[in-house]
């Protein structure tokens, strides 16, 4: 029973995708539907574990890295569309940069570890972080420096043990809640009035993450690089779809 319940990488990859659907889906087409949005807060989650879990499993982390560089550059235009409405819109940058970024810091941090050690090791591998926390907010990367430290804190606290479970869940909280938060919903429970920031959706992706049973169900490339081709193409499609919408009213 315990077995059925895991996901491999693809599940978690096809789950993330189409949870990224449905909030840009609110965004372009159906924005009444505020549910959808509220679901999509899990993909951006997903994602970036999978981008920390890949960065512990690929054999060549150049051309993982150039693979992500090649999809990001690939999306801008996607991007820039569907966010900005034209082709150039230079105030806010795709997702895969944010991973991109966080894979990079994930390989400089490594790479610091080996070279140097004790305090030194130490000084280095913060400033790296807090670089990261820098650069995502002067870039206008997509979730700003939050994602960025997103990809990383799963590298340092992996689906593994309690006590790493525990340091995701509080990483995720303050990330979401306090760093990304802002938008909120009003709710009465037993007459008391609280605040649900929609943001804080995202900490429900821990539930898919930590059912992941950290195997792949084939190596299909083909899967692979529709990976890689749905973010930009859909994103494109939403786009398209809105101007035909928008040219029949």
């Known amino acids: 029973m315990r077995e059925k319940l895991k996901l491999s990488s693809e599940a ?24 959808m949005t509220c679901i999509g807060r899990l993909a951006f989650p997903i994602f970036a574990f999978m981008t920390a879990e890949g960065y512990t499993r690929t054999h060549d982390i150049r051309r993982y890295m150039l693979r992500l560089l090649a999809a990001a550059l690939l999306s ?26 966080g894979l990079a810091l994930l390989y400089l941090i490594d790479r610091t570890r080996e070279r140097l050690k004790g305090p030194a090791a130490t000084a280095v591998c913060a400033l ?6 820098a650069l995502g907010y002067a870039a206008m990367l997509d979730y700003y420096g939050a994602g960025v430290l997103t990809v990383m804190m799963f590298r340092f606290f992996p689906c ?4 790493n479970f525990l340091c995701q869940l509080v990483c995720m909280y303050v990330l979401n809640v306090n760093l990304l938060g802002g938008y909120y919903y009003e709710i009465s429970i037993f007459g008391f009035k609280l605040a649900l920031v929609q943001q804080s ?24 690089y529709f990976c890689y081709a749905f973010y930009p193409a859909h994103m494109l499609l ?12």
């Open 201 to 224: 959706f995202a900490i429900l992706a821990l539930v898919p993450i930590w059912l992941y049973s950290g195997r792949r169900e084939t190596s299909d490339r083909f899967f692979k």
């Open 12 to 35: 978690l990859h096809a789950l993330a995708m189409g949870l990224m659907l449905c909030d840009h889906m609110w965004a372009m087409l159906f924005p009444a539907a505020e549910w």
């Open 76 to 101: 801008e235009i996607p991007f820039n569309l569907m966010y900005g409405g034209s082709v150039l819109y230079p105030y806010h940058q795709n997702v895969l940069w944010t991973l991109l970024l």
């Open 160 to 163: 593994r043990g309690g006590r």
């Open 238 to 249: 939403l786009f398209l779809a809105r101007e035909w919408l928008l040219l029949g009213t």
């Open 128 to 133: 790296l972080v807090l670089l990261g926390f």
